[in-house]
């Protein structure tokens, strides 16, 4: 059977014209899982006066941009997005398609997913191509994509497969995929898409819009400082944006530090934050659930420090300080001050 | 006039607190450990279904699919003050996976009948995936908001909300009926004591069936038990598969295209470990000891 498949999609998520970072993690991604099937990997670029990123994305890998033009597709609002995506896939068939596991791609996908009755895993860590062996089923598949994915509160990780038609739908988690070197010399193809809106998808109205860049820059950090309930309060997370600037580093937090309010969602790292892997982590005050570890656990170096010596964070940690934040922190500082 | 809202809800384990006594020996999870809780995103979207009813009039029907159990978090829905409930639950719908269960849930809707806004938890804390909602929506042919954190105006044809972006917020005008997701920000209120007064004799047809059998004591029949309680509004609607039309080639594990092909536990290590002492020493040889293999410059 040499049934011609269809090629590696990912859906480019940009906001004023500028990628997200995770639209080029996927792009390096799916050039890897293209090049195992034998197609090439394809963005899906909406928005209004886009046309701009096209050339990025050939540079990450795409040898073609279905590029969607129109005002109408600025701001983004799910059910246009949906429309033109869906007319896509039914007229070009990809084999699988990617969405970052972002705010808009979490809302964007199942609606998607839902009208072309396609399987849908959300927030992957990691795909892979496969075959898989359908043993309830007594039934064979070549090539499939494995969809890997942490669940249940992070306390398992599942493989799961789409066994229905193409594509095979999948969100993926931000920070996780390895974003490749840009080739810069690299050149693709752009092919412009009839944008076909009825009055149906357009009900939704963007009546009024606040938002700003984020200011934390936790993935790209080399050096993360993070807080967890045990630093206390807010008053004490000084401690910790010291230590994080005398090493040239950001400031990470844990959800438990984050709910209760002592400092912003942004700082947030694990699994409904953000997932890092820096050159060093350093996790004051942090008890280490499971959801925590999940975010930073594939850091190159991390240190623990906590008065508790049960604590979990202790089995991800390379270095552990048994022993309070408050004294340990300061004489980091000062050993730091001394040596550098 | 009169609203009617309706309220997905789900009775999820709380894998938030997850204890040594839950997991398995072989690393698995084991469900029945777990406490049975009232999802928390769906607490924030029957609060908000409550603002509206207090706000406007509003009739506030809240439904689950689940096994019988899972009239629990009905139960629990009217003591907050929702006014009526409806459990889908038949063995039918069992593996399902988010594209069966909303299917399920969207023939559920249909069945209540009109409505002006169909509210749900963002996402359930089981699976974390946040599917559900846009995809009943979309079998629904409705307009979605997702990510709902207040609803500004609602009228007899649209409804205008307060939604969160990436870093930010928007406000969204949508005719209605809509679909919205809703996320943690709200406080919802507690159970009221004189509702629960009256709700806790809230059953389904299978809870008043199984206390007849095991605790038999009157003449009268279930026949006539249930026709008292719908009388009184303290009957449970239980709908089975056939009960909403639902194809069954589209619910639980056979309408479900995606599969799990392998589970495997979270195992943390780190490889080397080296305890550090927390003296001044201690830290300085640490500290030392990353300067010299470059982690710090």
Redesign the interface.
């Given at each position: 059977m040499s049934e011609q498949i269809g090629n590696v999609w990912v859906f480019i998520e940009q906001e004023g014209g500028k990628i997200a970072d995770v639209s080029l993690e996927l792009v390096s991604k799916g050039t890897e899982l293209a090049a195992k099937l034998g197609v090439s990997v394809e963005a899906v670029l909406l928005g209004s006066n886009v046309g701009n990123c096209c050339d990025t994305l050939f540079q990450y890998g795409c040898k073609k941009v279905y590029l969607a033009d129109d005002p109408r597709l600025e701001p983004f609002t799910v059910l246009p997005f949906a429309k033109v995506i869906m007319d896509l896939i039914k007229e070009y068939k990809p084999n699988i398609l990617l969405f970052g596991a972002t705010m808009k791609g979490r809302e964007l996908a199942p609606r998607v997913a839902s009208e072309k009755l396609a399987g849908l895993t959300a927030d992957c860590t990691d795909l892979r191509i496969d075959d898989f062996d359908d043993k309830v089923n007594k039934k064979f598949y070549k090539n499939k994509l494995m969809q890997i994915r942490p669940a249940f509160g992070g306390n398992i990780i599942a493989t799961i497969v789409n066994t229905w038609d193409d594509p095979q739908m999948v969100t993926v988690r931000e920070g996780v995929m390895k974003m490749v070197e840009p080739d810069p010399s690299a050149k693709g193809e752009v092919v412009k898409v009839d944008v076909a809106l009825t009055a149906e998808e357009t009900v939704v109205k963007v009546i009024e819009r606040m938002r700003q860049d984020k200011t934390v820059n936790l993935k790209g950090a080399q050096i993360i400082v993070a807080g967890g309930y045990g630093v206390g309060s807010a008053e004490n997370f000084k401690l910790i944006r010291e230590l994080a600037q005398v090493l040239g580093g950001e400031v990470g937090a844990s959800r438990a530090a984050v709910d209760a309010g002592w400092i912003d969602h942004d700082h947030q790292v694990g699994q409904t934050g953000v997932t890092v892997r820096p050159k060093l982590y350093i996790a004051c005050g942090i008890s280490g659930s499971v959801q925590h570890c999940a975010g930073m656990s594939d850091s190159k170096k991390i240190i623990a420090i906590n008065t508790d010596p049960a604590a979990p964070i202790f089995s991800v940690a390379h270095y552990g300080i048994v022993g309070d934040l408050n004294q340990v922190i300061p004489m980091m500082i000062k050993a730091y001050k001394a040596k550098a | 006039m009169s609203y009617t809202i309706i309220v997905f809800v789900k009775q999820v384990?709380d894998?938030?607190n997850?204890t040594g006594q839950a997991?398995k020996p072989d690393?698995?999870?084991n469900r029945q450990a777990l406490p049975a809780i009232f999802n928390p995103e769906d607490l924030n979207a029957l609060e908000l279904a409550l603002q509206l009813k207090d706000r406007y009039q509003a009739k506030v029907t809240v439904a689950t699919m689940g096994p019988p159990a899972a009239a629990e978090v009905l139960r629990n829905a009217l003591f907050r003050g929702a006014d009526d409930a409806v459990l889908l639950t038949d063995r039918a719908f069992a593996g399902a996976?988010?594209?069966a269960t909303?299917y399920a849930l969207s023939k559920c809707a249909s069945k209540i009948g009109k409505f002006d806004l169909i509210l749900c938890g963002r996402q359930a804390?089981?699976?974390?995936?946040?599917?559900?909602?846009?995809?009943i929506?979309?079998?629904l042919?409705l307009?979605?908001?997702?990510?709902v954190e207040e609803v500004l105006e609602l009228t007899e044809t649209s409804v205008?909300a307060r939604r969160?972006?990436?870093?930010?917020?928007?406000?969204?005008?949508?005719?209605t009926p809509a679909l919205f997701?809703v996320v943690d920000a709200n406080e919802p209120r507690p159970e009221n004591a004189i509702r629960i007064m009256k709700y806790k004799k809230a059953k389904t047809k299978s809870e008043l069936a199984a206390s007849k059998t095991s605790t038999y004591v009157g003449g009268e029949s279930v026949a006539e038990d249930l026709e008292t309680k719908a009388a009184k509004g303290l009957l449970i609607r239980e709908w089975s598969a056939a009960d909403v039309e639902a194809d069954p080639g589209r619910i639980g594990f056979a309408g479900?295209?995606?599969?799990?092909?392998?589970?495997?536990?979270?195992v943390?290590?780190?490889?080397?470990?080296?305890?550090?002492?927390?003296?001044?020493a201690?830290?300085?040889n640490?500290?030392?000891e990353?300067?010299e293999d470059h982690?710090?410059?």
């Open positions: - | 384990p894998t938030q997850i997991m690393g698995t999870v996976d988010t594209l909303s804390i089981d699976g974390d995936t946040a599917q559900v909602g846009p995809q929506a979309e079998k042919k307009p979605q908001i997702s990510y205008k969160a972006i990436e870093g930010g917020y928007e406000i969204l005008e949508s005719p997701t479900s295209p995606t599969k799990v092909k392998q589970i495997q536990s979270v943390l290590t780190a490889g080397d470990y080296k305890a550090v002492e927390a003296t001044e201690g830290v300085s640490l500290i030392h990353l300067i982690t710090l410059g």
